[in-house]
């Protein structure tokens, strides 16, 4: 019996070459595009701020130290995952619906829906900042809307806000929440819910015991995808928020380009890197659907 079970396992054992190969390219792929950008990252986060050269070549923890010594990066830093947060919620109960209406409908304009999702996504964000510039503008539809049904007494300030750059951020981040949700409502089996159905549940129950749960994977992947690029972003605060507004994203840019202390704007990127991997590893807690 040891002699076939040993030739199952080499057998088994044969593919590993062409399994390394096939993984090889993506294995690169993620140290040139992560590994190595976040160890330049520490290397000189890890330095000393020299005004001339950009940092000096003596190692040290002074940056993190100045960092959790004043309170504005932690205020920054908090900022930042309050934005992510509720970016993420507003996609989700507004992306959900169009997710399944994409996987569920047989109307003959789900085609035009799914068109109206994707094709933003070709369109540079810088364009559709400046889109929303031109909305959220003092004389933009929005304000000649409320100033023609007399919903306001003069143009209100919608631009240079919290709220501008959440709305710009929910419109520009919806498909990334939409097409992994409707990916996997699309592949359920239909058969589950006409079961808990015909067992006398009603519809809003089929939802919250059958749909909703068996749609947990699709809703992590979504909210993780929301959620890492709206923290990430820049362009949106940076042309539609307000500088009270402090952003990680903000204050690194202010620090590399703007004040030139490369080391301490490292540093708020490596705090930025492990707070965005803190909350991958949080969603990875999310309960899957199915029962695995």
């Known amino acids: 019996m040891s002699e076939p079970v040993r030739g199952v396992s080499m057998r088994r054992a044969k593919p590993s070459v062409p399994l390394l190969l096939a993984v090889t390219p993506a294995a690169v792929y993620l140290a040139v595009l992560l590994v190595i950008p976040v160890g330049l990252l520490l290397y000189l986060s890890l330095h000393q701020y020299d005004p001339v050269t950009a940092y000096r070549n003596v190692w040290t923890l002074e ?3 100045y960092l959790f010594r004043h309170g504005i990066y932690a205020d920054s830093l908090v900022g930042t995952a309050r934005l992510g947060i509720v970016v993420t919620v507003i996609t989700l109960l507004a992306g959900y619906p169009v997710a399944w209406y994409l996987a569920r ?7 035009v829906v799914l ?13 559709r900042t400046f889109g929303w510039l031109v909305v959220l503008g003092r004389s933009g539809p929005i304000n000649a809307l409320l100033l023609a049904t007399h919903l306001a ?7 240079y806000t919290l709220g501008a750059t959440t709305v710009g ?15 996997v409502l699309r ?8 079961a808990a159905r015909s067992l006398g549940a009603s519809g809003m129950r089929v939802f919250m015991t059958v749909t909703l749960p068996l749609s947990f994977p699709g809703v992590a992947a979504g909210c993780l995808l929301v959620f890492a690029h709206a923290i990430a972003a820049f362009i949106m605060p940076a042309l539609l928020g307000a500088e009270r507004d402090r952003l990680m994203s903000t204050m690194i840019y202010q620090q590399v380009i703007v004040i030139g202390n490369v080391p301490l704007g490292a ?3 490596v705090v930025m890197v492990a707070a965005a991997f803190a909350a991958i590893g949080l969603l990875r807690l999310v309960p899957r ?3 695995s």
């Open 187 to 194: 592949g359920q089996d239909i058969a589950v819910e006409e």
């Open 115 to 127: 068109a109206i999702v994707v094709a933003p996504m070709f369109i540079s964000v810088v364009v």
């Open 289 to 291: 659907g199915g029962g």
């Open 105 to 111: 409908s047989r109307s003959r304009l789900v085609p």
């Open 169 to 183: 951020l929910v419109h520009i981040l919806g498909p990334l929440m939409i097409l992994p949700i409707a990916s």
């Open 63 to 65: 940056n993190y130290r």
């Open 267 to 269: 540093a708020l990127g």
């Open 153 to 159: 007494s003069g143009p209100l300030q919608l631009l």
